[in-house]
């Protein structure tokens, strides 16, 4: 039995790690599965992670993140043939524009079952209202022919309704899972991750992990950091990710006079090292689906801010393992930080509860939840299971 899971781009993030872990995870359920994804770009590419991890990884040079429509007929057709000639039985798609292509063709194909994950979605934070609604409508369409819609939070499921997408037994809530022994042994002591990155013991370290985007908000955090820095002097922010706002980013930080208190590492595929020297992790997006750097923070006891937007609110109990602040809001950004930055017990008490709760979003959590729906709708279908391996 074959199936296929479909991703725009096998670029560092945490829809493309979700995805590998998805296949592997049906790969030892004894299913034959095909991992198929688009243009990476510029983008760091995790496509020979993926293969190192057993899987059999096929790249389709004509599906890309941007409308093209030359393109996206290529890619739907390139889908199809590929359904076909692999007598694809069950099809996953992953992300917007793969959602959509690969869902058409797997209906066009005759496909029995038919899975999407949005991995957030593109309802804000994004595009223009005039394209955001061309979105919207494509996902309705796309919606009537899906078996079922994996969210990563039940805040996913009402979004999504509240824009006429899906029905509400189309929605199942699977929280993306993470490695919680893999990074708690990946991440060094405290002391040991601090001496790496030459930050000594008085510096209040800010670690932002993510894309260097619009839509992840490190701008707001920037400017935030040339507000805290009059109540906690120490403090100090280091982005891990890159991006196109690279430059922007450094340029803001200068202009604020606070270009000597941020460093950039640039993208990591391994971000243990970087969290495990922090003394507080900022999330501060404008829109995301889940927020998995919370959840590798939590792991590892840190306490986190972030925005109250997308998933976030399912991750982070506010007042309990973080703090939870509106969108592009500087100031309130800065009190948030300031608050923690300031109580060593606070983090500390923050920190142990975040430890507690990460279980809740463990990779052994996910995969047991998502191979069940997976036998559920294939007994639905009389697919019967394969034997593992």
Not at 327 to 350: F, N, T, V
Request: proline residues 6%; positive net charge; contains cysteine.
């Amino acid at each position: 039995m074959t199936a296929l899971h479909l991703i725009t781009r096998l670029s560092l993030g945490g829809p493309s790690l979700n995805t590998i872990d998805s296949v592997v995870a049906l790969d030892r359920a004894g299913w034959r599965t095909i991992l198929a994804a688009g243009s990476v770009g510029a983008e760091i590419s995790v496509v020979d992670q993926a293969r190192s991890r057993g899987c059999r990884t096929v790249l389709l040079p004509a599906l890309t993140r941007e409308v093209s429509p030359a393109r996206d007929l290529l890619a739907l057709w390139q889908v199809f043939r590929l359904i076909r000639r692999e007598r694809v039985v069950l099809v996953h798609t992953h992300t917007s524009k793969a959602g959509f292509v690969g869902r058409l063709a797997a209906w066009l194909a005759g496909v029995p079952v038919i899975l999407h994950t949005p991995h957030g979605h593109i309802f804000y934070g994004y595009y223009g209202p005039a394209l955001t609604a061309v979105f919207v409508g494509l996902e309705r369409l796309a919606a009537r022919i899906t078996d079922r819609i994996v969210v990563l939070t039940e805040l996913g499921t009402e979004e999504h309704l509240a824009r006429g997408i899906g029905r509400p037994k189309q929605f199942v809530v699977i929280p993306s899972g993470v490695d919680l022994e893999a990074l708690r042994r990946k991440a060094p002591p405290y002391e040991t991750a601090r001496g790496r990155l030459g930050v000594d013991a008085e510096t209040c370290l800010i670690v932002g992990v993510g894309r260097l985007v619009p839509v992840k908000g490190f701008q707001s955090l920037v400017k935030a950091l040339s507000l805290i820095l009059s109540v906690v002097p120490s403090a100090r922010l280091l982005l891990v990710g890159d991006g196109p706002l690279h430059a922007d980013l450094v340029a803001e930080a200068q202009a604020l006079g606070v270009g000597n208190r941020l460093e950039m590492a640039g993208a990591q595929l391994d971000p243990a090292p970087f969290l495990a020297a922090a003394d507080l992790v900022v999330v501060p997006s404008l829109n995301e689906g889940m927020g998995r750097a919370l959840v590798e923070a939590m792991a590892l006891g840190l306490p986190v801010v972030a925005t109250r937007v997308g998933g976030i609110p399912a991750v982070v109990a506010d007042g309990e393992t973080g703090s939870l602040v509106p969108a592009d809001d500087p100031p309130a950004l800065a009190r948030a930080m300031a608050e923690l930055l300031k109580d060593p017990g606070l983090r500390q008490r923050m920190g142990e509860a975040g430890r507690r709760r990460a279980e809740q979003f463990s990779l052994a959590a996910m995969e047991s939840r998502l191979l069940g729906l997976y036998q559920e709708l294939c007994a639905q279908k009389g697919l019967g299971w394969p034997r593992a391996s």
